[in-house]
Each structure stands twice: as C-alpha cells, then as structure tokens.
C-alpha cells in the first residue's frame, strides 16, 4: 500500500482505500478528484461578477447560502469545482463555507486591492493553490466533473 507525506500532515500514514497521495499538492484526496487549475480558479473569480449582476445580487446571495451546503458557491458550482477539508477528508460544512466566504472573502473586498493581490500570490505560489480565503477555512478547491464528492 502507497505511503503519503503530506508536509507532515500525512507522515507516513497508509492512503486510505478510495483515495489518492497527490504528489504535486501533498494532500490525500479522493480517487477521480483533482486539485483545481490556476486558470480555473481565476475563472470562478471572474465568473462571480456577471453571477451577481444577472442574478441582481440578492439571487446571487440566495444561491450562495444554498451552495455553501454543498461545499460550493454558486461560481464553483457552475465550473464543476467544490471546497475540500483535508484534514477530516470531507466537503466543508456549511458554517466552514461560510466563514470561508465571509470572513475570508469579504476581508479580502474591504482590505482592498493588496490583500487580493497576496491572496492572488499566495494561490499561484502554493503547492495546495490556496488562496487567503482557503487559508482562513482550511479548505482547498478541487475539480469534481463526475460529482463523486458527496453534497
């Protein structure tokens, strides 16, 4: 059986059946799941505004609050991605989606263009590809076309 050293967090732990030692981020994750690209999630970022206008906003809120019960929002949703809790190996609850796209994501609007632009930084830069509001979380995003992951 494959062994995973995750940074640590994995030492020399046995890979549980269903998973997968991803190699390039260090983290267990389930078998058909791959860590979201760069570009996707740059495109989740940019999605997000036409998401806001066409829906009015108050829509947008709404699918949001719906979408965070499945460990999304509502552009990771559209995109096939969703949020994955490594350390309990589980799609985010709602109240860790929602400090994660509270406090994370408006931290990183009222902090200003600075703070996006390390949150950027920190996304490219980070085996994990997490972003400030992942960090915040515990969280990192991954793609999920087949809907394996359990809503």
Known sequence: ?????????YAEEPVPPGMFFDE????????GIELASIGRRIGAFFLTIP??????GIGYIVWALIAWGHGQTPALQVLGMRC????????PSWRRMALREVVGGIAECILGFV??????????TSHERKALHDYVAGTVVVRDPNKILPS
């Open 1 to 9: 059986m494959p062994l995973g050293y995750g940074y640590g967090q």
């Open 24 to 31: 390039q981020s260090g983290l267990l994750l389930p078998q």
């Open 51 to 56: 998401l806001v206008i066409v829906t009015l």
């Open 84 to 91: 994955w809790t490594p350390g309990p190996r589980r799609v």
């Open 115 to 124: 703070t996006l632009l390390l949150s950027f930084v920190l996304m490219v």
